[in-house]
């Protein structure tokens, strides 16, 4: 076998890289075409990275971040300049307007549809025109951990000089542990005399720590405006065996035969045992305060957000959802009752006001069956984040509670606009 | 292993550079073949081992006669029936109401007829034996075609399989050609086929109430198993050449054929003229009437052939009356030019292309019941011209999608002339290669929403 001069070998060799960084440019030129396209909505696109590593919050939203949302259902996102998953907003709040900040996670900042149809947007939209004049401003941030609620309304939500905050939480988030766990974002922590304090251990991340110097600034800028470069980091960020696709064919056709929906769960038959299993370990907290150093950061981020609240001036709803809802003849139901007594105690005794947000979407939706069609998008409908359907009917939900709480005299208002969920 | 896969392409890799530079290539690619398909698991393994022993001890042991394809057709069918038909023969169905057993091992539809096949052609003469029981491991295992086809003969395959055992083995030159086809292949299926896939599967699990939904489902899956498999053998046959051995054609712009028996001669061409000589020809060649009536028996054959084909592609009495439909039509489709003057080809076109749109209902519904209430609201015309709502696409947009979905066959159809081959001889180098490759690379790191097997892999 003979081989060639070095030289030719080098000279080959520097060729086929000028072809590799062809093929990035036009890859990447390709995916950029696509997402300004109606293409977008069909053909293969990069899901945006909001934000960055952020020294205080751990992850915060970049002003004025956008991209095609992909998971679940696709969507154009689009943040202000506050970087809020809104609309453009003033910081001066225009006279004789009722400013009112949503908080919440992925759930309430709803990347999943397009702005105009979040429940935020629909429910001020509604308000707007049976003539109050007020403003529904979403400080949602995608998270479990409720913490990060708290922290978004001090940096982005004071500033707006709001009248109202109205916080929704996963009843599931208080139970994860994320409230101690100070590795992605802020969290109580156990100090050595036993007292929690707020935790920053995510700043020792590799991420935080080159997050403001050259390299640092250049990855983040390369992620935010190249989609192949997005595309390139975030595969390198699965496991080892996904990135390879290794699951095997076989394996991905038995989970579903050519899309084809699985077999139905048969709820009714153990809606009872599911909810019984969900409420205990909510009410092992809320009642029993077990565990104990559990119970000692959900008591702890609650006295911090009322805290927070009565320093501003600033009124707060609390909307607590997923608390399983029982069928009737269940007796978890009395359960769920205590429960409920549970937290209502301890949101009161801080002047806070808790909203059961599960039992009053499923008013608005003829019972509590008819909840999972608000989520999911397709053939995954059922669960997930909020359809369109969803969005409608938690913007009904909110503007119910909102002229319960706030503007009486409403009520039959709110029978009419029950009756018309999708309205 | 699935073709769009990280780990695919460093096994293609790795194979193509040791046949190029290395040292006893058959057991290279023996070896690749064996990694391959392992990682469909060992069940899958275990049966495709047991198929290739089985099938080189009916070479050895039974002679050369009529026996010999009496016994494979009872080893190669009986596999097949046993793992894909038998919920439909003892009338079990899955929780979707279908007959498909979801432990169907991989490729043991397309396996098992090249086995038939090879025995068959050996039997009569047509090729001459695996002269090793490591030759015919090869030739059935080949790993570019092993899952899904191209459905290759013997005398396509084992003498330049065998040239590599006898150290013959010659690297095409154009490197490019390859590369070019598994960018191709990669295009249809990650970009173009994944990406209809969720849309399709949407409208198929909502059961629509409107025929404008109806209808888009319906055009968007041909266009998605189109795309899917045909990418796939895109994928086969550029992979193949790149390891220095040519597969036949396997697909050649369907959507473009101007009646049903032309679309049939370019979509799933292996499969076809397998049908065509292992099944069509003996029945309609059968001395069963007399002169007067072959015409008859001809047609008889026809409808028989595209049912068994029906059948093949699926356990279900959906996917044996999308057949039946297949061979109906090709008979009206020869009585009408045997007795009518010939359409003009946009209606041909037209027609064709409407009636394979529509019968692929049958293909991609669970069960006959599901399909027959998807036609009648395809068929109904009801629904009116949507309303835009929840940020859904305006018709007229998904129309143009439509409309340039057509357009990228009629590409694909000027891609195939003879001088872009010319075009590629002259874009042969490494600048080409780097570029090809990279693309290839890049689009495999495509990221996906749903995980989208190849359709043809559960065949």
Same mark, same amino acid.
């Given at each position: 076998m003979s081989f060639s001069p070095l030289s030719t070998r080098l000279s080959r060799l520097g060729r086929f890289l000028f072809g590799g960084i062809l093929a990035l440019l036009v890859v990447d030129f390709g995916l950029r075409l696509i997402e300004v396209t109606p293409l977008w909505r069909i053909l293969p696109v990069v899901q945006p990275i909001l934000g960055q590593p952020d020294k205080d919050f751990g992850f915060e939203s970049t002003p004025g971040g956008r991209g095609i949302w992909t998971t679940e259902h696709r969507a154009r996102v689009q943040l202000n300049s506050l970087g809020l998953r809104d609309v453009e907003r003033e910081l001066a709040k225009p006279a004789g307007t009722f400013r009112i900040g949503l908080l919440g996670d992925s759930m309430v900042e709803a990347a999943q549809v397009g702005q105009q149809a979040t429940f935020a947007a629909i429910a001020e939209r509604r308000l707007r025109a049976d003539g109050y004049n007020l403003e529904l401003i979403n400080l949602a941030i995608a998270? @479990?951990? @409720?913490?990060r609620q708290l922290w978004r309304l001090e940096r982005r939500g004071y500033p707006l000089n709001l009248d109202l905050v109205v916080a929704n939480s996963a009843a599931s988030s208080f139970l994860s542990g994320k409230l101690l766990d100070d590795s992605e974002n802020p969290a109580y922590v156990r100090m050595g005399n036993g007292e929690l304090a707020v935790g920053y251990g995510f700043r020792e991340r590799f991420s935080q720590r080159h997050a403001d110097d050259l390299i640092g600034r250049l990855f983040i800028g390369l992620y935010q405006n190249s989609p192949l470069f997005r595309m390139l980091y975030l595969r390198s960020t699965e496991p080892l065996s996904v990135l390879l696709g290794l699951p095997s064919a076989q394996s991905a056709s038995q989970r579903s035969v050519m899309g084809l929906p699985p077999p139905a769960p048969e709820a009714a038959r153990f809606a009872c045992d599911q909810a019984t299993a969900a409420l205990e370990p909510m009410i092992h907290l809320w009642r029993d305060h077990r565990p104990e150093l559990l119970w000692a950061a959900t008591a702890r981020f609650l006295d911090d957000m009322a805290q927070s609240t009565r320093t501003h001036g600033v009124r707060l709803l609390y909307a607590i959802r997923d608390i399983p809802l029982p069928p009737p003849d269940c007796p978890a139901t009395s359960a769920r009752a205590d429960l409920l007594l549970a937290m209502d105690r301890e949101f009161a005794s801080r002047g806070i006001r808790l909203i059961d947000w599960s039992a009053a979407v499923a008013e608005v939706v003829d019972g509590p069956a008819e909840i999972p069609r608000l989520h999911g998008f397709g053939i995954h409908k059922g669960a997930g984040h909020l359809n369109y359907d969803g969005h409608r009917a938690w913007a009904t939900t909110l503007i119910g509670v909102l002229r319960r709480e706030l503007l009486p005299g409403t009520a039959s208002q709110d029978s009419a606009a029950a009756t018309h969920p999708d309205r | 292993m699935a073709f769009n896969s990280l780990a695919y392409a460093l096994l293609l890799t790795v194979t193509v550079a040791w046949m190029a530079i290395g040292p006893s290539r058959a057991l290279m690619l023996i070896v690749a073949s064996l990694i391959f398909y392992a990682a469909a698991g060992p069940f899958d393994m275990l049966v495709f081992l047991g198929a290739v022993t089985l099938n080189w001890l009916i070479q050895v042991a039974i002679p050369a006669d009529r026996r010999r394809i009496v016994a494979a057709v009872v080893v190669n069918i009986g596999l097949i029936g046993y793992f894909k038909y038998r919920n439909m023969l003892l009338g079990e169905t899955g929780p979707t109401g279908s007959y498909i057993d979801l432990a169907l091992p991989l490729g043991i539809s397309f396996y098992s007829f090249q086995a038939l096949a090879y025995h068959i052609d050996i039997v009569r003469g047509r090729n001459r034996p695996a002269r090793s029981f490591r030759e015919f491991f090869l030739f059935k295992a080949f790993f570019p075609q092993l899952i899904a086809g191209p459905i290759v003969r013997p005398n396509q395959t084992l003498p330049q399989i065998q040239r590599i055992f006898d150290d013959k083995w010659r690297r095409h030159r154009l490197l490019v050609f390859g590369l070019s086809l598994v960018v191709l292949g990669l295009v249809k299926k990650v970009v173009l086929a994944d990406s209809l896939a969720p849309v399709v599967d949407d409208i198929f699990y909502v059961r629509p109430d409107s025929a404008y939904l109806a209808w888009l489902g319906a055009v968007l899956f041909t266009f998605q198993i189109y795309f899917d498999f045909s990418g796939y053998s895109d994928i086969a046959i550029g992979s193949a050449y790149l390891l220095g051995i040519r597969l036949p054609q396997n697909f050649a712009t369907p959507f473009l054929a101007a009646s049903i028996q032309q679309l049939w001669q370019r979509w799933h061409i292996t499969l076809t003229m397998f049908l065509r000589d292992y099944l069509f020809l003996p029945l309609a060649d059968m001395r069963l009437v007399t002169r007067r009536y072959r015409v008859m028996q001809h047609f008889c054959a026809i409808v028989l052939t595209m049912t068994f084909c029906g059948l093949w592609h699926g356990a279900g009495w959906n996917f044996v009356l999308w057949g039946a439909l297949q061979g109906v039509a090709m008979v009206f489709a020869a009585l009408w030019s045997r007795y009518l003057p010939s359409p003009p080809a946009p209606v041909g076109w037209a027609a064709t292309i409407t009636f394979f749109v529509t019968t692929l209902v049958f293909f991609r519904s669970p069960n006959l019941g599901y399909a027959f209430n998807y036609l009648d609201t395809m068929l109904s015309f009801r629904g009116g011209w949507p309303a835009v709502v929840d940020d859904a696409a305006p018709p007229w947009e998904v129309v143009a999608g439509v409309v340039g979905l057509f357009a990228l066959h009629w590409i694909e159809f000027r891609l195939q002339q003879p001088g872009v081959l010319l075009v590629m001889r002259r874009a042969e180098g490494p600048v080409s290669r780097g570029f090809l490759s990279g693309v290839a690379l890049l689009l495999i790191l495509i990221p996906v929403t749903n995980v989208n097997p190849f359709i043809y892999f559960r065949f």
């Open positions: 998270g @479990p951990s @409720p913490i | -």
